[in-house]
């Protein structure tokens, strides 16, 4: 059984994005321990307030603030609450601010590892690399894979890290034999 995805997306690996010009490789060790993720696009999101939970606490705050200087006229309240929604909003994206200027993991890497280069580009379809990160994502793409049969410890991101950044020849090696068929009379590939 051959359960690989012709030209299934890298989603399922995070630290794998599709470019227009072919991929890009994130560090593991970038998002590690934080409440950021990579999204499909390359970009850090942050995930630790939920972007519903602050529109909701400010159209709320904003209602709670018409309601109280309001004063019993309709007036006051609808136009204070127009007045507050703004403000709000204004000081949630202060917040938020102020949480990503603190909370960043690009500054944490760089204080981490000594420089800033947690991702890096494979635009070369004819090298190594290129070959490497194709791999990884169809294994990633696989239901083997995506329900732990193959890599439980999810060892597959930072042997990719190894493989095509630090161009670390047994991180290569290692990958290649998680994509590589599986060999056994009871034994499917991958």
Request: glycine share 10%.
């Amino acid at each position: 059984m051959n359960d690989f995805v012709t030209g299934a997306p890298a989603d399922r690996l995070p630290i794998l994005v599709r470019t227009p010009s072919g991929y890009r490789v994130h560090d593991p060790a970038l998002v590690a321990g934080t409440h950021y993720v990579i999204d499909e696009r390359g970009d850090l999101v942050y995930t630790g307030l939920p972007a519903g939970s602050i529109v909701a606490s400010v159209v709320l705050g904003s209602a709670a603030v018409g309601i109280w200087v309001g004063d019993n006229s309709w007036a006051w309240s609808a136009l204070t609450f127009l007045l507050a929604l703004p403000t709000g909003f204004a000081l949630a994206a202060a917040l938020l601010g102020l949480i990503h200027t603190t909370t960043s993991p690009g500054r944490r890497y760089r204080a981490l590892y000594g420089h800033g280069r947690f991702a890096i580009d494979v635009t070369d379809r004819t090298s190594t690399a290129w070959t490497l990160c194709r791999r990884a994502e169809r294994l990633a793409a696989t239901p083997s894979w995506v329900s732990g049969r193959i890599d439980p410890a999810r060892t597959l991101g930072g042997l990719l890290w190894s493989a095509v950044a630090e161009e670390q020849a047994w991180a290569a090696d290692s990958l290649n034999r998680l994509v590589e068929p599986a060999t056994g009379p009871d034994l499917q590939s991958v």
